[in-house]
């Protein structure tokens, strides 16, 4: 789960800064640093100065707060700290006490060296796209119930598309991570609906709490302050001590993420399957850790991984993917065209294959994802020092403790890497024109050996995030026609308050049914 906080109060504020857009408080030259400095290059102070711009710098300082932060904007740098000098930069900048915290305390995205490393070998079997394909029917089960509720809802009146995509999410978690219905389209008072937006809401003590659990860990310790609060935990343990007690009686086996965790727990860890088995003859190394002490404890917490971590993020991409297909009505009919033609060619059917088939559906989503990632930026810790940069280039050295911020929302909006960057252009992402060059300024799903689970390929490409958001867009776009509603403020302006971006007052849009002879 992304750091949007640190974003938001750093570079949320479009100034002059890097190629017009986002960070306001850089600077590696400044001529009067003030008594922060503790970055050495070459026997040099960097400055950590209050303001200025980072244009044609690799790296430069800023303070959170009261802490100078080194931020990296070079991708040859980021290949380092990402993914060739891991090692030195293993944990993400969050403390999560599990003893206060039991099931945040367990979330790989809050965990440390060994622990982290146990738990996402634990966990990352279950992610592979054998164990994961067979959950697309439970994707796409929930897609229908959106068109029904669509089709009841849409004549009265513009539909709000981020509580339609909430609703979304979590119907697909509550049935793929906990194996229930969430009936979030049909029951006003759904109850995993009502903790996402608890979890996830945007106000007062909620907005508070998360800035000190963010900026100052120290204090959120003091204070005991969780994450997941008390009462949202209770919640996620009675569903789950009722499932599992369901199950264990009557043996039901269901094809969900909760069904291989139960497996992780009986046999200590996941078998592989053929395809996992190819993907490690092709080097393509799936950890599986030894799982000892694999209990119902874990089995909670990795299930709320799946909510705390896919529900928001996944929502908030589904509705801004929505808002630009309304917004560019030509990139909508073009991928009417395509998804029409391949559901044609299936006999109307939504599948796993199908959605693969969809090229330009990629394209769109991925476009959707660099102009509005669900998470700004990165926050890697230097957990050994070491040197970044290459002569005759600068070369810093970063010591222990070092905060380093990857700005993703910058990286997408620099020009030199994508031109006219505030357009929305889905042939940025054509296969012609991805490639490699992309690799290191677009990072909508971090990068290296903690990427998004829900985003790690194997053999094939079913990628969890990716599939629900995929299947929702094709089911919306065969069955409707989307339009902007006036009610949308213009030009939409970003909550700062969010914890994910969300736009204020809410994306409206109407939905007019297309009557398709075979629906999906
Ligand atoms: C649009 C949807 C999503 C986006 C944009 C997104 C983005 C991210 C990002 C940026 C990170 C940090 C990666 C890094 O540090 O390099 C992350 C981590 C993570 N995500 Fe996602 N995510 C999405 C959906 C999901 C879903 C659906 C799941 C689960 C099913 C998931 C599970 C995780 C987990 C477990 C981590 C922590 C990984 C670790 O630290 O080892 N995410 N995600």
Not at 347 to 357: C, T
Request: charged share 25%; glycine share 8%.
């Amino acid at each position: 789960m992304p750091n949007y906080f640190g974003s938001c109060v750093l570079f949320s504020q479009p100034t002059d800064g890097v190629n017009g857009r986002d960070v306001g408080i850089c600077d590696l030259d400044s001529g009067s640093p003030p008594d922060v400095a503790h970055h050495q290059t070459e026997g040099q102070t960097i400055a950590l100065a209050e303001t200025g711009k980072l244009e044609g710098h690799p790296f430069g300082g800023y303070y959170n707060y009261v802490t100078p932060m080194l931020m990296v904007r070079d991708p040859e740098i980021l290949r380092t700290v990402l993914v060739k000098g891991f090692s030195n930069f293993h944990d993400n900048d969050f403390h999560m006490d599990v003893s206060l915290d039991p099931l945040a305390g367990r979330n790989p995205f809050f965990l440390k060296g060994e622990r982290w490393r146990t738990v996402r070998s634990q966990i990352t079997p279950a992610f592979t796209s054998g164990k994961i394909k067979p959950m697309f029917s439970l994707m796409t089960e929930v897609c229908q119930e959106m068109k029904t509720y669509l089709e009841k809802v849409s004549p009265q009146g513009p539909v709000e598309v981020k509580e339609m995509s909430n609703k979304y999410t979590s119907d697909v978690v509550a049935s793929c991570a906990y194996g229930i219905k969430g009936d979030a389209f049909t029951n006003p008072d759904a109850k995993f609906l009502k903790a996402g937006k608890n979890l996830f809401k945007a106000s007062g003590w909620g907005t508070a709490k998360m800035i000190i659990l963010i900026f100052f860990p120290k204090l959120a310790s003091f204070l005991r302050l969780r994450f997941i609060s008390k009462e949202i935990e209770q919640f996620f343990r009675s569903v789950l001590r009722d499932v599992l007690s369901l199950r264990e009686k009557s043996g039901i086996v269901r094809n969900d993420f909760l069904q291989l965790l139960i497996q992780i727990k009986a046999k200590g860890q996941l078998p592989l399957t053929q395809q996992d088995k190819l993907a490690n003859e092709n080097t393509k190394k799936i950890p599986t850790g030894e799982n000892t002490n694999y209990g119902d404890e874990d089995i909670l917490a990795h299930a709320t991984t799946f909510f705390l971590d896919g529900y928001e993020t996944s929502a908030a991409t589904l509705s801004f993917i929505l808002l630009e297909l309304a917004l560019n009505t030509d990139i909508q009919e073009t991928l009417r065209t395509e998804i029409d033609a391949v559901l044609d060619e299936d006999q109307g059917e939504l599948s796993y294959d199908a959605i693969n088939r969809m090229k330009y559906l990629g394209m769109v989503v991925s476009e959707t994802l660099r102009l509005h990632p669900p998470g700004l930026s990165l926050a890697r810790v230097c957990t050994k020092a070491c040197e970044i940069g290459e002569s005759p280039g600068p070369v810093l050295k970063v010591e222990q403790g070092t905060v380093v911020t990857i700005p993703i929302n910058s990286l997408h909006m620099d020009p030199q890497y994508f031109p006219d960057p505030e357009r929305f252009d889905p042939e940025r992402f054509s296969e012609e024109n991805v490639q490699q060059k992309l690799r290191f300024v677009y990072l909508p799903f971090g990068e290296g050996p903690r990427q998004c689970l829900g985003m790690i390929q194997f053999v094939i490409s079913f990628r969890f995030a990716l599939a629900q958001m995929k299947a929702a867009v094709a089911s919306l776009v065969s069955n409707f026609e989307i339009t902007l509603n006036k009610k949308t403020r213009s030009p939409i302006v970003i909550d700062p308050t969010c914890l994910m971006p969300c736009v204020i007052g809410g994306i409206w849009l109407d939905f007019k049914p297309r009557g398709r002879a075979k629906s999906v």
